[in-house]
């Protein structure tokens, strides 16, 4: 059998009823689910995943719509205008959570 790590997610209300009615729909567990998003997330480039984790700065986000339309539209040559659009991405981007139990990460000041 295949080794496997599991992985323990806080939800929204919202997000649960939302996750349970697409593995519902698919014929999935939520486990399988979440695995394959996982294992497509990571396949991305920075930019898409910036773009997956909603990190991308508002006044960027339709520009790098664009450069990945217009990468996938050249193929490998296009990859070079989308790293440099994710490492402006990087320097702008911050993780946060409202989750219970969230720690602060990087340079984020911790919450009462």
């Not at 695995?35 to 920075?46: G, H, I, M, V």
Request: charged share 30%; proline share 5%; net charge positive.
């Amino acid at each position: 059998m295949m080794e496997r790590h599991i992985i323990k997610l806080a939800v929204t209300p919202k997000a649960k009823a939302a996750i349970e009615s697409m593995c519902d729909r698919y014929g999935m567990s939520q486990i399988e689910m979440a695995s394959r998003l996982y294992q497509w997330a990571c396949t991305q480039d920075e930019v898409v995943q910036a773009a997956i984790l909603g990190i991308l700065p508002e006044d960027v986000a339709p520009d790098v719509a664009k450069l990945v339309l217009k990468r996938m539209a050249a193929g490998e040559e296009g990859a070079k205008p989308l790293k440099q659009a994710a490492k402006k991405a990087k320097a702008g981007s911050h993780a946060t959570s409202k989750l219970p139990g969230a720690r602060p990460r990087g340079n984020e000041k911790k919450r009462d």
